[in-house]
């Protein structure tokens, strides 16, 4: 008898399940790739990173929902580098950062500086 479930189980095992298993395992493996790289990010900052301030230029959200507090939360920020040149960036914000900060205040910003590359 278990012989003829698992035989059943072998043929009946097509490509779509195949298919969808990689699928699956495709998703796993990108999703721990990307938390690695964050990772290694994050810490590459830590060691290696010029901290400056920059200035906010723009506060920006998008609405999820009918509750203030739902949606993401968004500043744009311009800084110089260590030689000078402008850069721009964005940066996800909490809700109350969000409410406290104004266009033109000063916001800190940690850069990894590159033979003058960023």
Known sequence: M???IIAHAVTSFTLGNIGGILFILFF????VYLVIRRGLEMRRLATEGVETTGTVVEKYRRHRGVSRRRGVRR?????CDASGQKHQ???GVSWEYYEAVKVGDPVKVVYIYLNGLL
């Open 28 to 31: 796993i493996v990108g999703a």
């Open 75 to 79: 500043i744009r920020y311009e800084y």
């Open 89 to 91: 960036g964005r940066a």
């Open 2 to 4: 278990l012989a003829v």
